[in-house]
């Protein structure tokens, strides 16, 4: 693709939405509340009054260094942008973005792809590296309002394995977030066993952040021979943000189901975010036609893995229909908040949140409570 300007990334991102760098849910508030019926913020108002101590644990929330920077930008515009809203802050600017918004602590994760591109001895260094920089950084500076996951050099797995025990047990990371296919391979495949069975061991989950699609995936997918329609980078976002990463994760989900890892790993833990990256709307339908295929060659029915194995995060949608979709067919006990900050902005989504109704034992339960469950950690007290 070619360079294009600051000006041209921005818009582009703003347009098409969260995980390009601005959430999609402040592009189209102004227009939702033109449409809301008079009675409804009233309503929200009330709810959100009663909810405003709710503290939040923010389970998908993202950085970047310098060194990763450079490795995962397309441009020097694209480096530009991600440093003006804040990636690579861990300091002031995002402890007052957070307080704003009334978070009280972030579970940091590094920048898609991380380190999953970067092979051999180079990627174990790079990822002990980046974890070692949070502990020293910002978890040190800051007690108590950061947590992270593991950044792990999966094309090595063993020496990733080694890395998840490592930051668990001598730094204290919640578990692992991974970006995508790791060199066209998915955690199905046998290679990365060595991870499954540590991540289970350790008891700690694994988070499934999208990643880019493998180069002929993306010039079947994603890619057009219409250069004017690639200039302000469509296909990027098409097959990232816009669309293609969460039908990406969704896959991954299917994948392991289907091909045995949770009968070979009952205990593993998996995170998906983004309101569970179009789960909700497939549900029914995976279950039927997967459930009936699967039936001979799995221990469980299809649906019992999903509710055994699999936890969902709110990140970067905060939109109340959706999260009602998600609880019909995902439990309230499954269900935390994120933001994907800096991509969505804090106080939007906390405000959202405040104001859904919702018992508030059951928001208790995804603004901080499950978290608390799952990471064997608790909000820090003000």
Not at 187 to 215: C, K, N, S, T
Request: with cysteine.
């Amino acid at each position: 693709m070619k360079s294009m300007g600051r000006r041209g990334f921005l818009a582009a991102a703003t347009a098409l939405g969260a995980g390009a760098g601005l959430s999609a849910y402040a592009a189209v508030s102004a227009a939702d509340e033109d449409e809301t019926p008079a009675k409804t913020p009233a309503k929200t108002s009330d709810i959100a009054l009663r909810d405003r101590d709710l503290p939040f644990i923010g389970a998908e929330e993202t950085f970047s260094t310098p060194e990763l920077l450079k490795l995962n930008s397309i441009n020097e515009d694209h480096i530009a942008y991600l440093e003006e809203i804040g990636l690579s802050d861990l300091g002031q600017r995002r402890i007052g973005d957070m307080d704003k918004g009334g978070l009280n602590v972030q579970i940091l994760s590094a920048h898609t792809p991380s380190v999953q591109n970067v092979p051999g001895k180079k990627g174990i260094d790079l990822a002990h590296r980046l974890n070692r920089q949070l502990v020293e950084g910002p978890i040190a500076k800051y007690p108590g309002r950061f947590k992270a996951f593991a950044t792990l050099p999966l094309q090595s797995p063993e020496a990733a394995a080694d890395e998840l025990e490592r930051s668990v047990k001598e730094d204290g990371f919640l578990g692992a977030l991974t970006n995508g296919h790791i060199t066209k391979k998915y955690l199905d495949h046998p290679d990365f066993d060595p991870v499954l069975a540590r991540a289970q061991a350790l008891d700690v989950p694994i988070y499934l952040h999208p990643g880019y699609p493998a180069d002929e995936i993306f010039k079947i997918y994603y890619s057009t021979t219409r250069s004017k329609y690639a200039e302000e980078l469509q296909p990027y976002i098409f097959s990232g943000s816009g669309y293609g990463w969460h039908q990406e994760v969704l896959t991954q989900c299917i994948r392991m189901i289907t091909y045995g890892v949770f009968d070979r790993f009952p205990r593993l833990k998996i995170i998906i975010g983004h309101m569970g990256e179009g789960l909700p709307f497939y549900y029914k339908r995976i279950l039927e036609d997967m459930g009936e295929s699967t039936e001979n060659s799995l221990e469980k029915p299809f649906a019992q893995y999903f509710k055994d194995n699999f936890w969902v995060t709110t990140s970067a949608f905060p939109q109340t229909e959706l999260l009602d979709l998600l609880l019909k067919f995902i439990s309230v006990d499954r269900v935390m908040f994120a933001t994907d900050y800096p991509f969505a902005d804090i106080k939007v989504q906390t405000d959202w949140f405040r104001g859904v109704d919702l018992p508030r034992e059951h928001k208790e339960k995804i603004a901080f409570r499950n978290a608390e469950k799952l990471f064997r950690m608790k909000v820090p007290v003000k």
